[in-house]
């Protein structure tokens, strides 16, 4: 094979291959810039689960008095 063949083949390769991994690149960007949005997407109410609770969610049916005068406090409601 002569010299300018084998340039123009080599060329031609490194082009396909160059061509292959941008696409490869571009789809991956995409891909992830998707799954960012979706995962960063705002919840709607009912469609999310939330995590954990309360270890004892009873404690706070009645507040104690310190709770609440504390409340009296932050309302300006002080005897």
């Given at each position: 094979?002569?010299e300018?063949?084998?340039?123009?083949i080599?060329?031609?390769?490194s082009?396909?291959?160059?061509?292959l991994m941008?696409?490869?690149?571009?789809?991956?960007?995409?891909e992830?810039r998707s799954?960012?949005?979706?995962?960063?997407?705002?919840?709607?109410?009912?469609?999310?689960?939330?995590?954990g609770?309360?270890?004892?969610?009873?404690?706070?049916?009645e507040?104690?008095?310190?709770a609440?005068?504390?409340?009296a406090?932050?309302?300006?409601?002080?005897?």
């Amino acid at each position: 094979m002569d010299e300018g063949t084998t340039k123009n083949i080599a060329y031609i390769i490194s082009a396909i291959i160059f061509i292959l991994m941008a696409r490869f690149v571009l789809r991956k960007g995409l891909e992830n810039r998707s799954r960012v949005l979706r995962d960063n997407a705002p919840k709607i109410a009912g469609e999310d689960e939330l995590d954990g609770g309360a270890k004892n969610p009873h404690q706070f049916d009645e507040p104690d008095d310190e709770a609440l005068d504390e409340m009296a406090k932050l309302l300006g409601e002080e005897e």
